[in-house]
């Protein structure tokens, strides 16, 4: 009897709890442990929702020229101590963050100021206070998908982080080549294996 009841419990927690079925809905497997044929389709319908917005084929004379009068913060010393020592800061109307180093959480290795006016757009600075890169929000972070275009300081595209309705952050080179994708903070190749070296 006792035999019975364990088969028993076995099939209802595999139908109940399944990651493939769940209420009769197939949910689509992790990036890394699924076949190849199911990568390559999620890669083409994401690189084709992109392409259809235009951002790979953006003049970036536009953001250029949108870009120059951030070239340099004026107020980066005051910023750089809010970020190192909480010092409260005298001017309003901004958010400023520190962005460290991903195998140091300690290093400083730039910082991004997101102004209130303009909260989808968030100019990064190195540590003297210079234009490192433009980072610009298409969509809502709170809805799937969404996307992120990374540009450089002389407004051409470096990047593009699409956020997709897996669950999942796929990143895509400026000519639309897929640079990898991100699983639980790591980056994964085209066939799902790990890239021993990740730098953004």
Known sequence: MKKYFIIL???????????ET??????QKDYRFTTQQDRNKRIEVYHEYLEKTGIFDESHYKYKSDFKKFQKDENYQENLK???HGKELSKTGYKVRGNYYQMADKILANYSVIYDNDPNTEYVYNTFGKLYQVIILFGDDNVLPYYKAVYAFNGY??????????????????????????VDNKLYNQVGRPFKVWLL
Request: with cysteine.
């Open 9 to 19: 419990f076995c099939i209802i927690f595999t139908f109940a709890f399944c990651p």
């Open 22 to 27: 769940i209420a009769g809905v197939r949910v």
């Open 82 to 84: 809010h970020i190192k």
């Open 157 to 182: 595209l470096q990047k593009v982080h699409f956020y997709a309705v897996d669950g999942y952050e796929y990143i895509f080179l400026a000519n639309g080549d897929l640079q990898g994708v991100v």
